[in-house]
Nanobody, 121 residues
Framework: QVQLVESGGGLVQAGGSLRLSCSVS???????????MAWYRQAPGNERELVAS???????NYADSVKDRFTISRDNVNKTVNLLMSNLKPEDTAVYYCEAERLYIITYTYWGQGTQVTVSS
């Protein structure tokens, strides 16, 4: 069973920074089997939305609301996907979820349990 484990959430003041990490564990599939990984977020009363994604070839995609503030990256040595969030705003407050996709005929999607990010004004 594949498990995604997030870490790095917390409380930060507006203008500050946080770094989220997501690791892939379990079997029989691992980090290298994932075609892409992404970070989503969900604020109370809102739908879950894509924040940033990165493919196995490190092609990245960002939501307009976080461009130039957030950076997603893959660490192939430690087998994690990281999200560096800078110049945080109160509207970035949400539960952040790691997502991974594995392709084999169809797409298999895996989710982490989520980590809370709270930005105070």
């Amino acid at each position: 069973q594949v498990q995604l484990v997030e870490s790095g959430g917390g409380l930060v003041q507006a203008g500050g920074s946080l770094r989220l990490s997501c690791s892939v564990s379990g079997s029989p599939y691992n980090f290298n089997d994932m075609e892409s990984m992404a970070w989503y977020r969900q604020a109370p009363g809102n739908e879950r939305e894509l924040v940033a994604s990165i493919s196995r070839y490190s092609i990245t995609n960002y939501a307009d609301s976080v461009k130039d503030r957030f950076t997603i990256s893959r660490d192939n040595v430690n087998k994690t996907v990281n999200l560096l969030m800078s110049n945080l705003k109160p509207e970035d407050t949400a539960v952040y979820y790691c997502e991974a996709e594995r392709l084999y005929i169809i797409t298999y999607t895996y989710w982490g349990q989520g980590t809370q990010v709270t930005v105070s004004s």
